[in-house]
């Protein structure tokens, strides 16, 4: 369901507004950002959301959303729109959006969202390059998903588990890789929101390789029939097409 552009914050001293002035320039670019990432489908629209809520971000110092939406928004543009972009780009692509995660909770210590995409955009970051090259931050991914999980769990359609439960499947066994816990934390991810398809698609992945075919085959044929939840439906259609590919496979 699935997954690291070094952005620098530019910290500007807060303008009092005299009487009658409207403070509208943050607030306006954080809606543009906003209406941007709803039709992120397109990729000129990703993008531009991206650099949207960078804008938000730099002129409102004190916008956690506009940081943490903005992580959100580089790890769709970096995970879906550039999907095929060489793994430095991506890493370049992710850093960024760990630069604002970070912010976001630095602004806000107990805000779930912040620290949930903090989480997230370091396990695509290492993704791109590499398990091996990344195993420093297995330890950091695992807390930024705990804190989440003491938060409020069912951030994200249950994303702390789903992020947990794809941990353990990518990691090698010898460096703490475990596929009885990815099903473990995939099967709660999906039992809080049932309705997303990516954990559907990690879930199969994992039955995959624990020999567990016919529940894997259920999964894919649940993603390719059903309909999208409207919070992911710009995520669907790729998510749906590695379904495919996958029940392909193993029918």
Not at 134 to 148: A, D, H, R
């Amino acid at each position: 369901m699935r997954n690291q552009m070094t952005i620098g914050v530019v910290v500007l001293c807060a303008l009092v507004a005299g009487p009658g002035r409207a403070e509208a320039p943050a607030g306006e670019a954080l809606a543009a950002a906003r209406a941007a990432y709803e039709t992120r489908a397109e990729p000129a629209q990703a993008k531009a959301a991206v650099e949207l809520f960078q804008k938000a971000a730099t002129e409102d110092p004190a916008s956690y959303e506009a940081r943490w939406e903005g992580a959100r928004a580089i790890y769709f543009y970096g995970t879906y729109t550039r999907s095929d972009a060489k793994d430095a780009e991506k890493m370049a692509i992710f850093d960024g959006g760990i630069a604002l995660a970070k912010e976001a909770v630095a602004l806000s210590p107990k805000g779930v969202e912040g620290h949930f995409w903090l989480g997230v955009l370091y396990g695509v970051y290492g993704e791109a390059k590499g398990i091996f090259k990344s195993l420093s931050l297995v330890p950091v991914i695992k807390q930024e998903m705990q804190t989440c999980l003491e938060l409020d769990p069912a951030v994200e359609g249950w994303g702390p588990d789903r992020v947990l439960g794809r941990m353990y499947f990518k990691l090698p066994f010898f460096k703490g890789g475990d596929n009885d816990k990815s099903i473990a934390y995939l099967e709660k991810s999906l039992a809080g929101a049932p309705t997303n398809a990516l954990t559907r698609l990690y879930l199969a992945e994992t039955y995959r390789s624990k020999g567990r075919t016919a529940s894997a085959i259920q999964q894919l044929k649940e993603i390719v029939n059903m309909t999208s939840d409207p919070r992911w439906t710009a995520e669907h259609p790729w998510i749906k097409t590695q379904a495919e590919k996958l029940l392909k496979k193993l029918q």
